[in-house]
């Protein structure tokens, strides 16, 4: 099907039927709590911050490691934590990493249901939006390719951390912090 309903250039109405043009919110000076989610059935790392306009400032951050039991127990275990920490700390948004399939289709769906007890946590009415790894780390390093030290870096750096950042807490920072980043354009909510 064409991007537009026209068969030839001479034809082209560019109102007719294209993608429709992001909408940019106006910038508000309001702080938003938000939490950012590095899902694992293993570790899974949270990170707070709050956002005021074009300044984050550090809450939390962590890592929920899981005993050494069986799946449905990590799951139950994954969803009481996080939903623990939406109690404590009551976030608007939430941020969370997009699986993604590499060569190991099981870790894909450990990892997919690491992220689903997760999510079963976030009230109703709270917006949840999601990223790509690799757009994470476009978003806080400036290159999709980043290892995870880097990544830990900036999170120390933007955030003014001082000391050693677990991997899945330094992930789930960034995250959030790519989520502030872009959260000025609509769109991408898992609601």
Same mark, same amino acid.
């Given at each position: 099907?064409?991007?537009?309903?026209?068969?030839?250039?001479?034809?082209?109405?560019?109102?007719?039927?294209?993608?429709?043009?992001?909408?940019?919110?106006?910038?508000?000076?309001?702080?938003?709590?938000?939490?950012?989610?590095?899902?694992?059935?293993?570790?899974?790392?949270?990170?707070?911050?709050?956002?005021?306009?074009? #300044?984050?400032?550090?809450?939390?951050?962590?890592?929920?490691?899981?005993?050494?039991?069986?799946?449905?127990?990590?799951?139950?275990?994954?969803?009481? !934590?996080?939903?623990?920490?939406?109690?404590?700390?009551?976030?608007?948004?939430?941020?969370?990493?997009?699986?993604?399939?590499?060569?190991?289709?099981?870790?894909?769906?450990?990892?997919?249901?690491?992220?689903?007890?997760?999510?079963?946590?976030?009230?109703?009415?709270?917006?949840?939006?999601?990223?790509?790894?690799?757009?994470?780390?476009? !978003?806080?390093?400036?290159?999709?390719?980043?290892?995870?030290?880097?990544?830990?870096?900036?999170?120390?750096?933007?955030?003014?951390?001082?000391?050693?950042?677990?991997? #899945?807490?330094?992930? !789930?920072? !960034?995250?959030?912090?790519?989520?502030?980043?872009?959260?000025?354009?609509?769109?991408?909510?898992?609601?």
């Amino acid at each position: 099907m064409p991007k537009w309903r026209a068969s030839s250039w001479r034809a082209f109405d560019p109102g007719a039927a294209g993608p429709a043009p992001l909408r940019i919110v106006p910038g508000t000076r309001a702080p938003v709590r938000i939490l950012g989610l590095d899902p694992g059935s293993r570790r899974t790392g949270y990170g707070l911050i709050e956002w005021r306009g074009a #300044d984050a400032a550090h809450v939390a951050h962590g890592c929920i490691v899981l005993e050494d039991a069986g799946v449905a127990r990590r799951l139950r275990a994954i969803f009481e !934590a996080v939903d623990e920490l939406i109690a404590r700390h009551r976030p608007d948004e939430v941020a969370v990493e997009r699986v993604f399939m590499s060569r190991n289709a099981d870790s894909a769906l450990k990892l997919g249901q690491a992220r689903g007890a997760a999510l079963s946590a976030v009230p109703r009415g709270t917006s949840v939006f999601e990223y790509a790894p690799r757009a994470i780390k476009v !978003a806080v390093v400036g290159f999709g390719g980043a290892d995870k030290q880097q990544v830990a870096h900036m999170m120390r750096a933007l955030l003014g951390l001082t000391g050693r950042l677990q991997a #899945d807490a330094s992930d !789930a920072l !960034a995250v959030a912090v790519c989520h502030a980043h872009s959260r000025h354009v609509l769109g991408g909510s898992l609601e």
